[in-house]
């Protein structure tokens, strides 16, 4: 299971060598190049026609935008305080240092490390609003998983498990896809990962993108920290080489990883709170309290829908360290025991787990799929089978190397993103219309608050807080919002003991100078705030609540 130093293995039964295969595709020549028609009709389909990883994108895309599935991305509320958050930085021209958005900790120091994230994000809402905001991330997740196809189809010279390991990562993803800055960080780890199995392959150029594309991602997204474990992982992998097999290729590749790795640590601190950010970031994933206590932080639960993919993955991978002797390196069994752990750890972390995973087992596939009858005996059906899937694969693979215009895809983009800026019309029938859900945000409730008026004192779910935020802010400032790190252990503890309606519950919100309660009708604090005398009702639709304190 040695890392090879400079290419990676490849099946016996593709077409020529890892190496070449790579070459091919990159080239857009294909395995099947040399019966690719010419002529200026052929030359111009080539430009025109869709290739498989168009078809990805476009479907992945025209499925979250236009389809019910649109509400998805806004099921989740930060998308809210992600866009008040960059308007404020776009209208002073500054990083915010403190919080402007709680009465609570208002002014308190804030890290507010996905800034440039927050400043697109709000320059893209107030030119087509939330419809805007979906079709930026739309396009994201649809990208990482149109290149992943391509970077798959890459490492393995094999059509169908490209497609195969790509829909089955995509599928796993679909557990948090949402409109936040962590789908930036799935894009910015596959192409930190592709960049070194190139290196792997010999491509020592490959390493000088690093660094300016962690420079974007320690200032778009916490995922930086990705980056440098991958270099790590690496460097393993590279040291295992020389110490089975000294060279000096070896030892030179081996430094040309540990100072890119050194370099990229130095462009961490390239952001606006410098070192402390690595402090507040070690503190904030260090807390057993709030990982504990944070839903997406939490491991998977198996019964959901959705996390089947995740469990096809993960025996994906006992079986290809079983059968991949030859085509896994070192370095791909690294990286598998790292996606299946970090999946495993955190249900947030699924997405990038199953990135992991189609890259470090494509070869082992390709060689399952591609070996001949004769070096892998099998029952007569199965082998037609695996001959059947060779020969599509083949062509297909073929066809996939000559189709690179991706003039489809332009003009789709081009199309939605007029849409978009029309408010969502396509002349005049509605096709887009990103919004929060009011039967999950208190949209309602939300409208009563502004009527009367209300501007500091309001105790809220940190579930409801991002919609609040785009709602109410700066009219009214909350209680608490779900930026947990920002708060800390201490207030979340309070804020769960005022939640479960704790025998503490009145004295904290005293305390926290609570005049107004805005909760979920079905909590617990609902029932004990409508037998209190201290509380009076003022709202209720069903979903949400609003109390407010009885002076006496």
């Known amino acids: 299971m040695a890392d090879e130093p400079t290419t990676t293995s490849f099946p016996s039964g593709a077409a020529g060598s890892g190496k070449r295969v790579a070459?091919?595709?990159?080239?857009?020549d294909g395995v099947a190049a040399s019966s690719q028609p010419q002529?200026?009709?052929?030359?111009?389909?080539q430009w025109v026609l869709p290739s498989f990883a168009d078809l990805i994108f476009l479907v992945l895309a025209s499925f979250i935008l236009l389809t019910p599935a649109i509400g998805v991305l806004l099921a989740d509320a930060d998308t809210g305080w992600h866009i008040r958050n960059g308007e404020l930085i776009l209208a002073t021209h500054q990083v915010p240092h403190t919080d402007p958005f709680s009465y609570t900790r208002g002014g308190a120091p804030w890290y507010a490390w996905e800034w440039f994230y927050d400043a697109v994000i709000a320059a893209i809402h107030h030119v087509a609003g939330l419809n805007g905001v979906v079709l930026f991330t739309a396009v994201i997740i649809a990208l990482t998983f149109s290149l992943l196809f391509r970077f798959v189809l890459r490492r393995s010279g094999n059509f169908v498990v490209a497609v195969g390991l790509t829909l089955l990562a995509a599928g796993a993803?679909?557990?948090?896809?949402?409109?936040?800055?962590?789908v930036l960080s799935w894009l910015f780890t596959l192409l930190w990962l592709e960049a070194l199995y190139?290196?792997?392959?010999?491509?020592?150029?490959v390493l000088l993108w690093l660094p300016p594309l962690m420079?974007?991602?320690v200032n778009v997204h916490g995922g930086f920290l990705l980056g440098i474990v991958l270099l790590a992982m690496f460097l393993c992998g590279e040291l295992w080489n020389v110490c089975r097999a000294p060279d000096k290729e070896g030892r030179r590749r081996l430094t040309r990883l540990a100072a890119v790795l050194v370099l990229c640590l130095g462009v961490t601190l390239l952001t606006p709170y410098g070192y402390e950010l690595h402090v507040h970031v070690y503190e904030y994933l260090s807390n057993g309290y709030l990982m504990n206590s944070i839903d997406e932080f939490m491991s998977p639960n198996f019964h959901a829908h959705g996390y089947g993919y995740f469990e096809a993955l993960i025996l994906l991978s006992f079986l290809a360290a079983v059968w991949g002797r030859r085509a896994l390196t070192a370095t791909d069994l690294l990286l598998l025991l790292f996606a299946i752990h970090i999946g495993l750890y955190s249900s947030r972390?699924?997405?990038?787990?199953?990135?992991?995973?189609?890259l470090a087992t494509a070869p082992v596939w390709a060689e399952v799929l591609s070996a001949s009858r004769k070096s892998r005996p099998a029952p007569a059906r199965t082998g037609a089978l695996l001959d059947s899937l060779r020969g599509i694969s083949d062509e297909m693979g073929g066809m996939e190397s000559r189709f690179r215009g991706h003039l489809l895809?332009?003009?789709?983009?081009?199309?939605?993103?007029?849409?978009?800026?029309n408010g969502g019309r396509l002349f005049s029938r509605q096709v887009m219309d990103a919004h929060f859900n009011e039967h999950k945000f208190p949209v309602r409730a939300a409208e009563f608050i502004a009527s009367q008026n209300i501007r500091n004192g309001v105790f809220n779910p940190d579930s409801w807080s991002g919609y609040l935020i785009y709602r109410l802010y700066p009219q009214t400032r909350f209680y608490f919002d779900d930026r947990h790190d920002f708060f800390g252990e201490a207030f979340v503890r309070d804020y769960v003991k005022i939640r479960n309606a704790d025998s503490q519950w009145p004295e904290l919100l005293r305390k926290y100078q609570v005049r107004w309660v805005l909760i979920p009708a079905r909590w617990s604090l609902t029932a004990v705030l409508k037998e209190s005398r201290d509380w009076h009702l003022e709202y209720d639709d069903g979903l949400a609540v609003v109390f407010s304190r009885i002076s006496r």
């Not at 070459?23 to 857009?28: I, K």
């Not at 190139?198 to 150029?205: D, I, L, P, Q, W």
């Open 349 to 358: 972390n699924i997405p990038l787990a199953g990135i992991f995973i189609a």
């Open 198 to 205: 190139r290196f792997a392959e010999g491509r020592s150029t």
């Open 409 to 421: 895809v332009v003009t789709a983009l081009v199309l939605i993103a007029a849409v978009a800026v």
């Open 39 to 45: 002529g200026p009709v052929a030359r111009w389909k």
């Open 23 to 28: 070459s091919a595709l990159e080239a857009g």
């Open 215 to 217: 420079l974007l991602w």
């Open 173 to 182: 993803a679909q557990v948090h896809m949402l409109a936040r800055p962590h």
